[in-house]
């Protein structure tokens, strides 16, 4: 059964999106005061309701003990991290969707994604939406590039570092916490044909500084594909079967040791720490994607 693309989120579960705009509480200007946003459940619900019609049976975690040992670790004083890859808006309800499903709901509470400010400001729906996970907002450093006057780049800069320390200091005080903290190491969806959007960005490498131990999470199928006009209010709501696969808990210092110490003459040890985290984050999805095939056959 192929994947059977319904037509802009929006538009297809208009009602739920309206009961969300009208359950949102989180401001959509980021300060330094409010980067760190607890889930709106309601809007939760509403979105697992949505993924109770998109997620075709069979749609499944493969390797769900993993990160119950990264959480179990994390319970007992560890730090947590997840990495995974990102193809939707979708990814981290679907992460949360399937471990719940899983009756693991007691590890979905447990993460805190990494979310950069556009959820937030790109519209009314996308904050509502973005709103019922727990996240850190951050200011991703790509979007420094949309300005070109000098004088506002250089007061946005400012404003980026700030927020961004704020960040730093929640996830700080998460980690100690328990809580396991989930980034994309791409820092943005992938998009066909734009393999730059696929590439890790190197701020990774501070990631696995500061936590004792990851897990890869690789990403099969897709309920929420990618609208040509970027607005993700119009993003395509589409039933398909979905596969996340999870590695084994990995050593972060382990791993950032090796990725650097290997890193070819003339290329950023950052860089290239983040490149392999991408190598592994492609061996869990093939992984992930071979599994969605069988099942996809069986049906």
């Given at each position: 059964?192929?994947?059977e693309?319904?037509?802009?989120i929006?538009?297809?579960?208009?009602?739920?999106?309206?009961?969300?705009?009208?359950n949102?509480?989180?401001?959509?200007?980021?300060?330094?005061?409010n980067?760190?946003?607890?889930?709106?459940?309601?809007n939760?619900?509403?979105?697992?309701?949505?993924?109770?019609?998109?997620?075709l049976?069979g749609?499944g975690?493969?390797?769900l003990?993993?990160?119950i040992?990264?959480?179990?670790?994390a319970?007992?004083?560890?730090?947590?991290?997840?990495?995974?890859?990102?193809?939707?808006?979708?990814?981290i309800?679907?992460?949360?969707?399937?471990?719940?499903?899983?009756?693991?709901?007691?590890?979905?509470?447990?993460?805190?994604?990494?979310?950069?400010?556009?959820?937030?400001?790109?519209s009314?729906?996308?904050?509502?939406?973005?709103?019922?996970?727990?996240?850190i907002?951050i200011?991703?450093?790509?979007s420094?590039?949309?300005?070109?006057?000098?004088e506002?780049?250089?007061?946005?800069?400012?404003?980026?570092?700030?927020i961004?320390?704020a960040?730093?200091?929640?996830?700080?005080?998460l980690?100690?916490?328990?809580?396991?903290?989930l980034v994309?190491?791409?820092?943005?969806?992938?998009?066909?044909?734009?393999p730059?959007?696929k590439?890790?960005v190197?701020?990774?490498?501070?990631?696995?500084?500061?936590?004792?131990?990851?897990?890869?999470?690789?990403?099969?199928?897709?309920?929420?594909?990618?609208h040509?006009?970027?607005?993700?209010s119009r993003?395509?709501?589409?039933?398909?079967?979905?596969?996340?696969?999870?590695?084994?808990?990995?050593?972060?210092?382990?791993?950032?040791?090796?990725?650097?110490s290997?890193?070819?003459?003339?290329?950023?040890?950052k860089?290239?720490?983040?490149?392999?985290?991408?190598?592994?984050l492609d061996?869990?999805?093939?992984?992930?994607?071979r599994?969605?095939?069988?099942?996809?056959?069986?049906?």
């Open positions: 059964m192929k994947p693309v319904l037509g802009p929006r538009d297809v579960y208009g009602k739920e999106a309206l009961a969300m705009r009208a949102s509480a989180q401001p959509r200007t980021i300060t330094t005061g980067v760190y946003q607890e889930a709106n459940a309601a939760r619900r509403l979105i697992h309701g949505v993924l109770d019609d998109l997620l049976p749609s975690v493969i390797g003990d993993h990160i040992d990264l959480y179990e670790r319970q007992n004083g560890a730090s947590g991290l997840i990495l995974m890859e990102h193809y939707s808006n979708f990814d309800p679907c992460l949360y969707y399937l471990l719940e499903r899983e009756g693991r709901k007691d590890v979905a509470d447990e993460v805190v994604a990494i979310a950069g400010m556009k959820l937030n400001e790109e009314e729906f996308v904050n509502a939406f973005a709103e019922a996970y727990t996240r907002v200011y991703p450093t790509r420094l590039l949309r300005y070109d006057d000098q506002e780049k250089a007061q946005e800069l400012t404003r980026s570092r700030h961004n320390m960040a730093t200091r929640q996830m700080i005080r980690k100690h916490e328990g809580r396991l903290v994309f190491p791409s820092g943005t969806r992938y998009r066909e044909g734009q730059d959007t590439r890790g190197k701020e990774v490498d501070s990631y696995l500084k500061l936590f004792d131990f990851a897990v890869f999470i690789g990403v099969a199928g897709n309920a929420l594909r990618l040509p006009t970027g607005d993700m993003d395509l709501a589409t039933r398909d079967l979905v596969m996340l696969s999870v590695s084994e808990p990995t050593d972060c210092r382990g791993f950032r040791e090796r990725a650097r290997t890193a070819p003459a003339g290329v950023d040890p860089q290239h720490a983040a490149d392999m985290v991408m190598l592994e061996a869990v999805h093939d992984q992930a994607e599994e969605r095939v069988r099942r996809l056959a069986c049906r």
